[in-house]
């Protein structure tokens, strides 16, 4: 007995890893993981650049808002439907806590401060969606559109927001940075904003909410069945409003890290990010028809996108035939993600069959 054991716990090991792996290769994340792996070879052997350490800080970099913005269209696609708002959000709330900051004499305060401003106001306009959509039950695309058009002529026309310098708190977390690199062979620098930290704690604790807690729980049971989930005791109306409360705080942070990232605030910039935002989630798994989706996908969704929008550059690749790239990659994203979702459909019809 005591021979055979080493042997029980080693096939035992290998059966559990064979387990593992099947589970693995079913997940669209495993697949999005080899091309960014296949692509980032292939830029390599062409340019011998993209490893090099200020390429991956540019990465790094160039990933952060558009990863705060994917935990939005996450939360809303899991739960409810698109969020299509969260730039314009993002743009007015950014506004609303700079001009405030500097209407108080705020400017000494610390950066977390307009932080907060920003957040508040961010709230107030998740809430108005998340009302409108709860209580009138309004597709989500719809109120968001509506609302985008309500905060871009806010911002645009009742504020006439103009670009602006930010103030001395924020200037001074700007300048902050968590990284300095320098390629030696080509002498280019890059810096790592502190704003990346800001970005790895939204993710751990939204990443914390959805799998450790109810409440996440009942988010995922909401977009996958909302009968059932109102059955399983799950207060849809509350959960439902709180994604778009939670997605306005969100965006708040994330158009604050912009104009932190640019040192400077221009309201123009935001309008017209959301579309490669989802579908970079829809890429790295998320399911248009709700139920489904990860954190990590939204990062390797994000990572994909943002290799091919910035380091086609590197093999001599135009920006026109970037974006050639960019639109394949989002149809065959999107084509992927309706198959799936078709094939679940009929495994689920097959199995109500059978029982009955």
Known sequence: MQRRWPRLQSRKGGIEMNKYFKK?????????????????????????????????????????????????????FVSTGPDVSFPLIAALSTYLALILTYNMGLEGTPALVPFIIGIFFGCLMGALNGLIIVRYKFPSLIVTLGTSSIFSGI???????????????????????LLTVKNAKTGLGSQLPMTF????????????????????????????????????????????????????????????????MSMRYLPTEYAGGEMTVIAAIILGGTRMTGGVGTLKGCLLGTLLLTMVSNSLILLG????????????????????????????????TRLKKEAA
């Open 24 to 76: 693995m290769v079913k997940q669209t994340e495993f697949y999005v993981f080899l091309i960014i792996l296949l692509l980032s070879i292939v830029i390599q052997i062409r340019s011998g650049l993209f490893f090099a350490n200020n390429n991956i800080v540019d990465l790094l970099r160039s990933m952060i808002v558009p990863s705060i913005y994917a935990i939005c269209a996450l939360l809303a």
């Open 155 to 177: 911002l645009l026309g009742a504020f006439e927001a103009e670009r602006m310098d930010l103030p001395a708190n924020l200037a001074a977390f700007g300048q902050t940075s």
């Open 197 to 260: 930290l800001i970005m790895v704690v939204l993710y751990i604790a939204v990443y914390l909410v959805l799998n450790k807690t109810m409440v996440g729980r009942g988010v995922y049971a909401l977009g996958g069945d909302e009968i059932s989930a109102e059955r399983a005791g799950f207060n849809v109306k509350g959960i439902r409003f709180g994604v778009f409360v939670v997605n306005g705080g969100v965006a708040a942070i994330a158009g604050l890290c912009y104009a932190i």
């Open 317 to 348: 690749i135009s920006v026109y035939w970037q974006k050639v790239f960019v639109g394949a990659i989002i149809i065959i994203g999107t084509a992927v993600s309706a198959i799936q979702s078709h094939a679940g459909a009929k495994v689920k």
